[in-house]
C-alpha cells in the first residue's frame, strides 16, 4: 500500500510540472502520470479499479467547493443564462449524438441515450481552470461558459436517476422507503440553515484550526454519506452542503480548509482514470476511436459556438470558449462506471467511451494552443470593462475587523467601495453582520484563506489584527508573492511601525498617533493657546516624529543608530519648541 502512495506522489511529481510547463494543464499531467504507472504501460499499480473508487472524493469535494462559490441568489441572477445556454448545449449536443447511435448505428436506445448524455457533459474541472488560465474566467464569455458547466453540475443527479431508471436489473433499494430521498433533502437543508453555523461558531472558540479541518472534511463527506443511504449522489449531498453554506461567515475558512484534499483527491481522481483507460482498444480500433473523439469535441464546439453567437458574441470568441469546452467530462466516467454496474452497457462499450472523453480532454489544451497561436489572442477575449461574474467583487481586503478595521471599513462602504473583511472571532463577527456589513471568518495568517478570500483580485489590502509578529508576517507574504497589492498596515508603537516599515507595507498607522494628537490639540486650546497655535504645534510634532521614524527605518539593523537618531530627535523637537516659544513671547 505505501509502495503505491509512492508511486502516486512520484509519476503526479514529475508529469504535473512538465505539463504545466509545456502549457497543456495539470489535468492531462494527472492522465498521463496514470497512463504510465497503470497497467497499460509499467503495471505499478494492482487494482486501479479500486483506486478509481476512492479517488471520487475528489469529485465530491469539487461539488461542495463549486456550491460554496454560489450562493442561492447568485445562482437566481444566473438563471436564464444557466437555462438557455445550458440546457441547450447539453440537449443539443446529447440529441444529436443520440440520433446517430441509435439511428445510425442501430444501438438500444437506452444505452444509446445514456452514452449520449454521458458524452454531452463537459469536464468542470477542465474547462474551469483553462479559463482561468486564458484570462476569460472573469468576463462575460467566461460567465457564459460557467452557465453550461454549471447547468451539467446541476443535470448529474438526475442523469444518474435516468441510469438507474433504464437498467435492465431493479437497483437494490427498496421501494417502501421512497421516503428517504426527500427526508433525507429536507434534512440536510435544516441542517445547514439552523445548526452549522452555531456549531462551527463554538468550534472556532474552542476547537482549534485542526479541529476545523476535521468538521470542514465532516461536513462534506457526512451529507454524501447521507445522500447515498438515501439511495441519491453523493456529489447532491456535497454540492448542496456547499451551497447551504455560501453565505455563512465560515465560508472562506471552510473552502480554504478542504482546498488541499480537494487538489490531492481530484488529482488521484485523474490519475485513476488515465490507469483504467484501455488503449489496447485504440490499437484494436484506431478508427473509430479517433474519428468518434473529434467528432465529439467537433459537435460539442460547433453547438457552443452557434449558441452563443445568438447570444450576440462575434465568432472568434465563440470559436475560443467552444475549444475549451469541447472535451467529454469527469462525469462522463462516473456514468460509465454506474451503466456498467447497472448491466446498461458491456466492459467494452464503456471502455471506448471512457478512451474517447480522456483523449479529448487530452486534446483540448493544443487546441486551445493551435487558436492562440494562428489567431490574433486578443479577439478571443471579451472587453475588459464587461460586467464581472460577481458584480459585488471587492477592491479592498482588511484583514482584521475590530474597531480599527471597521472605521475603514465604514468609510469604503459610504463611498461605494466593496470589501472583503477577514476575522478570527466568530462572536465578533456576528455582532458586526447585525449592521450589514459583510464579515467572514478566517484566519489571515494562512496563505490559503487569503488566496479564497480573493486577494489575488484586490487593489488594497488593509492589515489591522491584534497580533504584531502576524501582522508582518502576512506582510511580507503580500509582498512577495502580490507586489502590486498596496499595504496599509497598522501598528501599535513605535518598534512596530518600524518592523511594518522593513516588511514592505506601503503605509503604517499608529494606532493610537492620531487620537493622541488630537488629545494634545485639545488640551493646549484649554490651556489658553488659539485654536491655530494648537493645531499648528501638533503638526509640527507629528511631521518631526515621522520624519524620525523615517530615519530610524532606513538604519532599522543598526540598534546603535537607531537610538542615537532617536536622542538627536528629542533635541531638535526640544530646539523647535523652544523656539515656538521665544516667537511667541517676542509677539
Not at 484566519?443 to 489584527?465: C, H, M, N, P, Y
Request: charged share 15%; net charge negative; glycine share 10%.
Amino acid at each position: 500500500m505505501m509502495e503505491s502512495v509512492v508511486y502516486f506522489l512520484l509519476a503526479a511529481a514529475l508529469a504535473v510540472p512538465l505539463f504545466k510547463k509545456l502549457g497543456l494543464g495539470a489535468i492531462l499531467g494527472y492522465l498521463a502520470a496514470g497512463v504510465i504507472i497503470g497497467p497499460q504501460v509499467l503495471g505499478l499499480i494492482d487494482d486501479p479499479e479500486k483506486v478509481l473508487h476512492f479517488s471520487e472524493i475528489g469529485v465530491i469535494l469539487l461539488l461542495f467547493v463549486i456550491g460554496l462559490e454560489l450562493e442561492p441568489a447568485k445562482l437566481w441572477a444566473m438563471r436564464a443564462q444557466v437555462l438557455l445556454l445550458g440546457s441547450g448545449q447539453l440537449f443539443i449536443t446529447a440529441g444529436i449524438i443520440y440520433g446517430v447511435l441509435a439511428f445510425l448505428f442501430e444501438m438500444n436506445s437506452n444505452a444509446a441515450l445514456v452514452i449520449a448524455l454521458a458524452l454531452g457533459l463537459s469536464s468542470t474541472a477542465f474547462a474551469i481552470q483553462l479559463m482561468a488560465d486564458k484570462g476569460i474566467l472573469g468576463n462575460e464569455d467566461g460567465r457564459r461558459g460557467f452557465s453550461m458547466l454549471l447547468f451539467q453540475d446541476l443535470a448529474v443527479v438526475p442523469i444518474l436517476f435516468a441510469v438507474q431508471a433504464l437498467a435492465p436489473i431493479e437497483p437494490d433499494t427498496d421501494p417502501g422507503q421512497w421516503w428517504l430521498a426527500p427526508a433525507a433533502i429536507l434534512g440536510l437543508i435544516v441542517f445547514a440553515r439552523f445548526l452549522i453555523n452555531p456549531a462551527l461558531h463554538f468550534l472556532s472558540r474552542y476547537g482549534g484550526r485542526e479541529i476545523m479541518t476535521v468538521v470542514a472534511l465532516l461536513i462534506v463527506l457526512g451529507a454524501a454519506v447521507v445522500m447515498e443511504h438515501a439511495n441519491l449522489s453523493m456529489g447532491l449531498g456535497a454540492f448542496m452542503a456547499g451551497m447551504m453554506l455560501a453565505n455563512s461567515s465560515f465560508r472562506h475558512q471552510l473552502e480554504a480548509d478542504v482546498e488541499p484534499f480537494k487538489g490531492l483527491s481530484l488529482g488521484l481522481f485523474f490519475i485513476s482514470i488515465g490507469m483504467t483507460l484501455n488503449f489496447g482498444l485504440l490499437v484494436d480500433s484506431p478508427l473509430t476511436v479517433m474519428f468518434g473523439t473529434l467528432g465529439l469535441m467537433s459537435l460539442k464546439a460547433l453547438v457552443i459556438i452557434c449558441l452563443v453567437m445568438l447570444a450576440g458574441v462575434p465568432f472568434p470568441r465563440g470559436l475560443m470558449l467552444g475549444l475549451m469546452l469541447c472535451q467529454g467530462g469527469e462525469f462522463g466516467f462516473v456514468i460509465m462506471a454506474q451503466a456498467m454496474d447497472l448491466r446498461l452497457l458491456g466492459e467494452g462499450t464503456a471502455g471506448m467511451v471512457n478512451l474517447m472523453i480522456g483523449i479529448s480532454m487530452a486534446l483540448t489544451a493544443p487546441a486551445v494552443l493551435w487558436f492562440e497561436k494562428f489567431t490574433d489572442k486578443q479577439i478571443a477575449k471579451a472587453p475588459e470593462n464587461i460586467e464581472k461574474f460577481d458584480s459585488s467583487e471587492s477592491e479592498a481586503l482588511i484583514l482584521g475587523f475590530g474597531r480599527f478595521g471597521q472605521v475603514t471599513g465604514r468609510i469604503l462602504a459610504a463611498n461605494q467601495i466593496h470589501f472583503t473583511a477577514l476575522d478570527k472571532n466568530a462572536e465578533h463577527i456576528e455582532f458586526v453582520k447585525k449592521f450589514g456589513n459583510q464579515v467572514y471568518y478566517g484566519d489571515a495568517s494562512r496563505a490559503e484563506v487569503l488566496e479564497a478570500a480573493g486577494i489575488s483580485k484586490v487593489r488594497t489590502v488593509i492589515v489591522a489584527i491584534d497580533d504584531p509578529k502576524m501582522s508582518q508576517a502576512i506582510v511580507e507574504f503580500i509582498v512577495h508573492h502580490y507586489p502590486k497589492i498596496t499595504i496599509i498596515a497598522r501598528a501599535h508603537n513605535r518598534n512596530d511601525y518600524l518592523a511594518l516599515k522593513a516588511a514592505g507595507a506601503h503605509s503604517v498607522i499608529r494606532e493610537l498617533f492620531a487620537g493622541a494628537l488630537e488629545a494634545a490639540t485639545e488640551a493646549l486650546h484649554a490651556l489658553g493657546y488659539s485654536d491655530g497655535q494648537a493645531m499648528q504645534k501638533a503638526e509640527t510634532f507629528k511631521q518631526h516624529d515621522e520624519s524620525l521614524l523615517n530615519k530610524q527605518a532606513k538604519v532599522l539593523g543598526d540598534s546603535e543608530k537607531v537610538i542615537e537618531i532617536g536622542r538627536q530627535g528629542r533635541e531638535e523637537l526640544e530646539a523647535i519648541f523652544q523656539q515656538d516659544q521665544r516667537v511667541a513671547n517676542r509677539s
